[in-house]
């Protein structure tokens, strides 16, 4: 999740999940077939507090990611959720890929293709709103912590060149300290990252662990995780 103080990500969520009344979203389509989502889920939704002149930036992939345009403090945002595909997509089962149904894959193969997509996707939107400031958010499927526990160094050196080639920064590799005292936060695979503009304004990163509901149901098996930035 992604708090600039209040835009919103989300990742395989579901409708009936929201960050409350004064919000608006977008949101990518429900898909169906062998993925099978339930009634209300969805890949990917953004939220925001602040006006949105334009709901439907066009993205390479908008079953996947979805990008708003938001205006907050006089300034005009690029708000860009997505999803990377984890390892075995499209190897022994169907996965949804880019409006098609892949399988036969070998592991890690639509992860690398998808980085390459997203990078062209970011440098386009750079080229086609230059003085827009630009947010990232998802679940990369890939930690950035400089250990070895998911992903593979082709998949994070891709990254890393597909988010320099947009001017971008992932501000969320490292462990991340909690909203209140306690021990740092495991390393995340869902991940934020800024334009080089909003990563000058000294952004601090925070997430909270995952946990359950009151009727005992696990929300995610994610760490939660926000930026703020105050801006000028």
């Known amino acids: 999740m992604l708090r600039l103080p209040s835009f919103a990500r989300m990742t395989e969520t579901n409708s009936c999940v929201s960050p409350g009344s004064e919000y608006r979203c977008i949101e990518s ?31 390479h992939d908008p079953e996947t990611a979805v990008c708003a345009e938001v205006r907050h403090c006089g300034s005009l945002f690029l708000i860009y959720g997505t999803i990377i595909p984890y390892h075995a997509a499209g190897t022994r089962y169907r996965y949804r890929f880019e409006g ?21 996707d970011w440098r386009r939107l750079r080229d086609n709103y230059p003085d827009h400031r630009m947010v990232v958010a998802g679940d990369f499927n890939q930690n950035r912590d400089g250990r070895r526990w998911y992903g593979t160094e082709k998949g994070r050196g891709d990254l890393r060149d597909a988010l320099a080639g947009a001017k971008l920064d992932c501000a969320t590799e490292g462990a991340i300290k909690p909203m209140e005292e306690g021990d740092l936060l495991n390393p995340t695979v869902d991940h934020i990252c800024l334009d080089w503009a909003l990563v000058e304004l000294g952004p601090v990163v925070k997430g909270w662990p995952a946990g359950e509901t009151p009727g005992g149901k696990r929300l995610t098996d994610h760490t939660g995780v926000y930026v703020d930035v105050t801006l000028p």
């Open 29 to 59: 389509p429900k898909l169906t077939g062998p993925e099978r989502y339930a009634v209300g889920e969805n890949r990917t939704t953004i939220w925001s507090r602040f006006p949105m002149e334009r709901e439907s930036v066009k993205t």
């Open 100 to 120: 098609a149904e892949v399988q036969g894959k070998k592991a890690w193969e639509l992860h690398y293709e998808s980085i390459a997509n997203h990078a062209a």
